[in-house]
Each structure stands twice: as structure tokens, then as C-alpha cells.
């Protein structure tokens, strides 16, 4: 039998605060529209006539251009008694049929479209076609031959409107967070337990959007028993999942094609990884042969498990980390990884504002890699005035904007954090920029960066357009689904 893992005291059931989905970027993303903070009374319509949803005139639309989501604003009125997670027919004014979608009261977002074929009957078998789909789409386009983590359910670009389901090795994680799947979340946990085989599946729905869906929030074994160590291998390169308490469903999966690039663009340079989570682009780095990489994140616990994938590898045994916050610092000592410090306070960033004097000295055992627990706005801010500079840049915050409501402040963010970064770069070096956030588009991000490389006084080009990997599909009637946009600029 596998043994079941146990927990730590220090590690808490829920995620810390820099560890609770900064990044939750399929959900949250999917989130951009105008009726954000506008919520409309739906009209009751006729209590005991046949459950459904009539539209308003002309509020049909969007759902003719098959985009899935019925807003409450676009409903005239809602029949029968329907309650939370209840798949309704919805009909345009005049009474035509558009689609079968699962019902939301609590939500905004009143209706999430399951279908648009008036014969289609929701129930198991339909949840069997469409996941049996999605794995095979997967297969077809053989997104496992490199690498045992992947994303196999894309919510709304799946047709599965709130479900995702990530695979790491043979461990499942999946993550509901919108009430039609909460409703089929059995049935669709038997469907993906007899399609894939896993040793476990594990439930992270837990993340914040939940509440806006008036979902409580879930955590725990859905089947089977967690295994004590989750990894997966991705290109060659292995690495710890804290499935139960890591960031999203324990892993960026989305970044996996990127990371590849880093790799690639790695050799003999001196790299700085901002925002680095569990080291993925930092070991990418390391193994693309990089001089030195200096990876910075606000979560103690990310950075305990990014030291462990670093050692896991092979690629450095002398890593050290250090945190900003020497008033609060605790030392522990960690296998193979050299003195790992950590601030209290469960990973929050680092309330400081220079970096601490040893982080300038470079001690004769450290390796290529070093830590830093810090909050990556001061720590670029100090490293500007230490005058240190970097051949290659990796700027990959977490969602600043998850509606466009947000993307003023996070365009600030943006250009703060690029602005830096285009400073510390030496003539002829790489900056790899990223958003995660679906309220700033591609356009605005692109904007940001040209108005933060004018205020730098650099010269940039655009050498990569990125997105994320391709087991993270976006439907073209949807375009909310590609909120992950990077750029490769090289400076002159
Ligand atoms: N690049 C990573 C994913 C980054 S996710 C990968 O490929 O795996 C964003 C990370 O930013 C998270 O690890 C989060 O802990 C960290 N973070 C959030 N706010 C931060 C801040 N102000 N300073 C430093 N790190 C921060």
C-alpha cells in the first residue's frame, strides 16, 4: 500500500500567504469583462414552468459566437426553481435554444455553457466524451513524450467550463471552480480514476475565485492515497510537487515549453531568476550552463522545495539561501543544500528594503545557484544599488491584474518591476518577461514593456512571442484562456 503522507506543523493544511495561488491564472484570468462589479438582478421568472434561462433581446451574441459564459446581466429571467450546479437549457428572447449550461445563482457568471447541441443529454457519458477527448488531443499531440507532469483539463478551453485536472507522474490533481463541476465532481473524479489510472487524486479546490462562486473551499483526497514524495520529470530535469499545499495544483505546468527555452539561452551567463517558485527556470538555467543564478521568491516553502530540486538534479551541492529579513532569520540546515535560512511569518515577503550585507559576499562554498527569500520589488531595488548586472533576466510575477478592473495598478507593476530589470542588464542581454494576468492583454503588456525600456534609456528588441504550453489549450472562441503572454527582448 502506498503510504499515506503526513504533515508537518509547519506545514499548514492551507497555503500560506505567499504561497495561496498568487498565481491561479486559469481561473482568475477568466475573469475580464466589464459586468465584473456589476451585479445585476436576475429576474424569476415562472416558478413552476420548465427550468431555464431566456436572454435578453439582442444579449444572445456572444453565445452565437460560442463563447461559454452567460453573464447575469444578459438574462431576462430564469423559470422554475433551479438551484446551484443544475444543468439549464437557455434560450435566446424569442425562445430559440443556444445551449445546455450549468446553472449559478451565486455567480456572476449566472451560466457556464456545457453544450451547444439541443440533443446532448449532460450526464456521465457526456463527462466521459469530453475528458476521454481532452487525454486523447494530448496524446495526439504528444505532450507526455518529455515530460510526466501535465496539465490534462483546461476548464472552458477543454469544453469542461471549471474543471482542471493536472497530472503529476501518477498522481491527479483536480481543481473545481465553478459549480457545474462541483456538481459531477464525483462522477468526474470515477471518470478520470478509470481513464488514467492514478495512485491517487487529490481535490485543490481551494482557490480564492471559489468564494466568488459561493463555494467553500476543499482540500483532500478525492481517490486512492497520496503518496509520501509527488515528482514529475520534465525534460530530463525532476522536480517536487507539494501538491497538497504548493502554489495552483502544486506546479507551473503552464511555463514547461518556456523553461525548455531558458535552457537554451542559459550558457555562460549570468542569470537572475525573479519570482522563481520551485527553481524551475533556475534549473533550466543551471543545467543550460549558465555562469551563475541568483533566484529570488517571497515563499519560504517554494524556495525550501526549489533547494531540494536543485539537489535532487545534481546540478549545484553548494547552494545557499538567504533571506532578507535578519531580524526574524531561523537556520536550518538542509541535506546537500548548504545553510538554508527562512524567514517567519510563513513565507509573506520580506518587509526590508536593502538586501543584507552578506548577501554581497560571496561565501567560498556556494555554488553556481543562490537563494534569496525576498520580495523581488526591494531586492531588484538593492541590487541596482549594488551595481551588480546580469546577462539574463526572468521576470515572472504572479497575477498583478486578474480582471481588467485591476490592469492600472498592475500596469504599474509591470513597468516597475521591467524598468529594474532593464538596468541590471549588461549591453546585449536578455530580459524573459512574463504576464499571467487576463486583465492586461498582450497588446497592453507589450506597451508596458516599450514604455518601461524608454524610462530605462535601453534600446530592446522583441526576440520570442510566448505563451503557455501546449497542454494548456485556448479555445479561439475564448480568449480569456490565453492569459499567460511572455516576451524574449534582447537589449543592445
Ligand atoms: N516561474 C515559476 C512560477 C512563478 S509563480 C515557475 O516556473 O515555476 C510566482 C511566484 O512569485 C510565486 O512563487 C510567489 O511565491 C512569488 N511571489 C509573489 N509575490 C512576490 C514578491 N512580491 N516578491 C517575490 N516573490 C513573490
Known sequence: MTPQK???PSSPRRPSRANRDFRDRAKHSTRATDNQNTRSVVHVGDAIAQPGITLKTGREKSLLRRHPWIFSGAIERVDGAPVSGDTLPV???AGNFLAWAAYNPDSQITARVWSWRKEENIDAGFFHNRIAKALSARRELKLADNSNGMRLIHAESDGLPGLIADRYGDVLVMQIGSAGPERWRD???????DLCKPVCIYERSDSDSRALEGLELRNGVLRGALPDNVAITENGLRFSVDVEAGQKTGFYLDQRDNRALTETLAHDKDVLNCFCYTGGFSLYALRGGAKSVLSIDASSDALRIAAENLANNG?????LTRCCTKSRQSTIQQAGCGIVTEASGAGEAAPHSLLPEEFTHTPKNAGKAEWLCADVFQALRALRDQGRKFDLIILDPPKFAPTAAFAEKAARGYKDINLLAFKLL???GLLCTYS???GISEDLFQKIIAGAALD??????????LHASADHPVLL??????YLKGLVLRVA
Open 456 to 465: 530605462a534609456g535601453v534600446d530592446a528588441q522583441i526576440v520570442h512571442h
Open 477 to 482: 472562441s475564448f480568449p480569456e484562456g490565453a
Open 426 to 428: 549588461r549591453p546585449g
Open 315 to 319: 546540478l549545484d551541492a553548494a547552494a
Open 6 to 8: 503526513t504533515r508537518s
Open 436 to 438: 499571467c494576468s487576463g
Open 187 to 193: 462522477t468526474l473524479a470515477d471518470i478520470l480514476q
Open 91 to 93: 434560450c435566446d428572447a
